[in-house]
C-alpha cells in the first residue's frame, strides 16, 4: 500500500472554529460539511498521526520547516495540545539531509530569534480543531512550507512519504486557493482567480495531477493563492501511488476560494511516477539575453562577460537593475540608479553578476539554477527633479532620499522580460 493512508486538501478560514466566526458560518456551511465529512473519513483510516504541512506561521524563504517540541499548541476553543511524533520527524530529517534538501526542525528558542512565538498557526489549526470534533487523538507533525522551486516542494512530500516507516500516516496539504474573486476579496480583483479555482478543481476532479504542477508561476501569482506549494507537496507524497481524488466542496465567499478535497491513495508503484515539468523561461529582449549569457560564462569561467562595441539599445549609458527569479520568488536583485560602467551593455553584465553572487540576502545562484532562473532587467531613464502633484506611479520611478540614504521605486514602463 501507499505508505500515506489518508490525504487530503483543504483550507483554512479562521471563521469555520465555532466561537471564531459565528456570525459568518451560514456563508460557508459547504465547506463545514464538507471538512466534517473529510474528518469522518481521516477517523476510519486509523491513522497514529497526521502531517499537516501549512503556508503559514514562520515561514523562511529557502527551506521547509517542521514544528519542534514535544506538545504544540495553539489558541482556538477549547485550548488544544498536540503531542509531535518525534520518531517521524527525525526519520524525515534523515532522509531529506541525504537528499540534500533544505528540510529542518526549528525549535521554540530559533523561532524566539526571529521573533516568532511557538504556536501552531490557522493553517494547522482549522484542520486540528475538526479533527478533534470527531474524535481523532492521534500524534500531529506540522511543517510550514518554505518559498523552494516547485520541483524541491514535490521532492520533500516524496520525503514525507518515505519516512513513514511502519505507521500509518495522513498527509493534510492546507491552503486556501484564490484570494481575488470579487472585487472586496482580500486582494484586487483578477479574473485569473477564478480561472485558476476551476483548473484546480477540476484536475483534482479527474486525478490529472500534470496540469497542476504545471501551472506556470506568473498565472499563480495573478490569482493569488496560497495553497498552490502545500497541495504540490502533497502529490509529491502520492507519487507513484494509483487512487482516487474527490472533491467535496468548493464555495468562494468573501472573495476566497475554499476547497475541500480527499484523496484515497492505492499501492505504490501502482502508477508511474511523474518527473516534475520543467521549462526554461523564454528570454525575449536583448537585454534579458545578455544578462543570461553573462550569468553562464561567469558561473563557467569566473570570469566577466566582455561585450566589445555593442549595438544598440545596448551601447548607450544607463542604470540598471537585474533581477532574479526560480519559480515566484525572488533569488537576487541587484541594481544601479545612474550609470557606473561604459555602457549599457556592461551596466548589465555586472549587475546580473552581482544579483547572482552578491545579494546579501540569498546565497550565490548555483549553475544548476540558471536553467530555471527568470530574468528580467529595469533600465532607468536620466533623473529629473519634480513635484509631487507631477507624480505618476503608471508611468513614473521614484527615487527618495532621507538622511544620506536612497530608496528606488522602478516605473513599470522600464522592464524588459
Not at 511523474?274 to 550569468?295: H, I, M, N
Request: aromatic letters at 8%; glycine letters at 10%.
Amino acid at each position: 500500500m501507499c505508505p500515506v493512508v489518508y490525504a487530503g486538501f483543504v483550507p483554512h478560514p479562521p471563521l469555520l472554529i465555532e466561537g471564531v466566526g459565528d456570525e459568518q458560518k451560514h456563508s460557508v456551511v459547504s465547506t463545514d460539511r464538507a471538512y466534517r465529512q473529510f474528518s469522518q473519513g481521516l477517523l476510519k483510516a486509523r491513522p497514529t498521526t497526521a502531517v499537516v504541512v501549512t503556508p503559514h506561521g514562520p515561514v523562511f524563504s529557502d527551506a521547509y520547516t517542521i514544528a519542534g517540541g514535544e506538545t504544540l499548541e495553539g489558541d482556538f476553543t477549547p485550548f488544544m495540545t498536540w503531542y509531535s511524533d518525534r520518531d517521524y520527524i527525525k526519520r524525515t530529517e534523515k532522509i531529506a539531509a541525504h537528499r540534500k534538501l533544505p528540510l529542518v526542525t526549528v525549535t521554540s528558542r530559533q523561532l524566539a530569534n526571529y521573533r516568532h512565538g511557538p504556536g501552531l498557526d490557522h493553517g494547522s489549526m482549522v484542520p486540528l480543531w475538526y479533527f478533534r470534533q470527531a474524535g481523532w487523538q492521534g500524534k500531529i507533525v506540522c511543517i510550514r512550507i518554505g518559498g523552494l522551486p516547485p520541483a524541491q516542494c514535490y521532492e520533500i512530500g516524496r520525503v514525507l512519504a518515505e519516512a513513514v516507516g511502519s505507521e500509518r500516516v495522513a498527509l493534510i496539504a492546507s491552503g486556501d486557493l484564490s484570494h481575488c474573486l470579487t472585487k472586496d476579496a482580500p486582494s484586487p480583483f483578477n479574473p485569473v482567480g477564478a480561472e485558476f479555482d476551476r483548473i484546480i478543481a477540476s484536475a483534482l476532479r479527474e486525478g490529472d495531477y500534470e496540469t497542476i504542477l504545471s501551472l506556470p508561476p506568473d498565472f499563480r501569482q495573478r490569482a493569488a493563492e496560497c495553497g498552490w506549494r502545500p497541495l504540490v507537496t502533497l502529490l509529491g507524497a502520492l507519487d507513484g501511488c494509483a487512487g482516487e481524488s474527490e472533491v467535496l466542496s468548493y464555495e468562494g465567499p468573501f472573495g476566497v476560494g475554499y476547497l475541500v478535497a480527499a484523496f484515497r491513495p492505492g499501492p505504490k508503484g501502482s502508477k508511474p511516477s511523474l518527473s516534475f515539468p520543467r521549462s526554461r523561461p523564454t528570454d525575449s529582449s536583448p537585454q534579458v539575453k545578455l544578462a543570461r549569457e553573462a550569468l553562464e560564462y561567469y558561473l563557467a569561467t569566473g570570469n566577466f562577460l566582455e561585450v566589445s562595441a555593442p549595438e544598440p539599445p545596448l551601447a548607450r549609458k544607463a542604470g540598471a537593475f537585474v533581477s532574479l527569479k526560480l519559480d515566484d520568488q525572488l533569488r537576487g536583485c541587484i541594481g544601479t540608479i545612474e550609470p557606473e560602467q561604459e555602457n549599457l551593455a556592461a551596466e548589465i553584465v555586472a549587475n546580473a553578476i552581482a544579483a547572482a553572487s552578491q545579494d546579501p540576502r540569498f546565497e550565490p545562484v548555483s549553475p544548476q539554477e540558471l536553467e530555471q532562473l527568470t530574468i528580467s532587467v529595469d533600465v532607468l531613464g536620466e533623473i529629473v527633479p519634480t513635484g509631487f502633484a507631477a507624480l505618476d506611479p503608471s508611468r513614473l520611478g521614484l527615487i527618495a532620499r532621507w538622511q544620506g540614504k536612497r530608496g528606488l521605486l522602478l516605473p513599470p514602463r522600464c522592464r524588459y522580460p
